[in-house]
Each structure stands twice: as structure tokens, then as C-alpha cells.
């Protein structure tokens, strides 16, 4: 093989590994690229599910909160009817009370001074 043969086939093999290393190069381009683009994707999706969670905690506290505000006013609903329950029982009881004082006064009076 003279020297020109020589040159060809050596310019040929740079040219063939040239080419390889640019392929390796555009895979381990690829490759750093999906490996950061999942890395992104992983931290996002963790990121969307903390959201949701402090969403749903958020919400949770509303509601509790809600509740207990409710059965405050259910409580307090309920110790307002116990006492005008009372309150109406205790009117009743006096009424009648008064109704039997008065019978027996008036019973008194028609029966007239006691000698």
C-alpha cells in the first residue's frame, strides 16, 4: 500500500471514529438530558402530591374547625331550650301555686270570721 492508500484509509478511520464519538457524544448528550428531565418530572410530581396534601390538611382544619363551631352553637341552642324549659316549668309551678292561694283565700273569706 503506497502512502497516499495509506492516508486514505487513515483519514477514513478518524473519519469512522469521529463519527463514533460524536454518536457517543449525542447519546451521552441524551442521556443527561432524560436523566434531568426526570429528575424534573419526579420533583414536580412530588411536589404536585405536597400541594394536595397541604391542600387536603387545609381543608381538614376548615372543617374541623367548622364542626366544632357548630356543635358550640348546638350546645348553646340546647342550654337556651333547657332553660326556658325551666323557666316555663318554674312559671307553671308558680301559676299554679298562686291558683291554689288564691282558692284558699277566697275559701277563707266565704267561710267568714272564725269565732
Do not use: C, H
Not at 318554674?90 to 291554689?100: A, R
Request: proline share 1%; hydrophobic share 35%; glycine share 2%.
Amino acid at each position: 500500500m503506497d502512502d497516499r492508500q495509506q492516508r486514505q484509509v487513515n483519514e477514513a478511520a478518524e473519519k469512522f471514529a469521529e463519527a463514533i464519538r460524536e454518536s457517543f457524544e449525542a447519546v451521552a448528550e441524551r442521556g443527561v438530558s432524560a436523566q434531568q428531565l426526570n429528575a424534573e418530572l419526579t420533583q414536580n410530581f412530588f411536589n404536585s402530591v405536597i400541594d394536595n396534601l397541604q391542600a387536603q390538611t387545609e381543608g381538614t382544619r376548615r372543617l374541623t374547625r367548622e364542626l366544632a363551631d357548630q356543635q358550640e352553637r348546638q350546645w348553646e341552642a340546647s342550654q337556651a331550650m333547657a332553660q326556658q324549659s325551666v323557666d316555663a316549668y318554674m312559671d307553671f309551678i308558680s301559676s299554679m301555686f298562686s291558683y291554689y292561694q288564691e282558692i284558699a283565700t277566697q275559701a277563707q273569706r266565704q267561710a267568714g270570721p272564725r269565732r
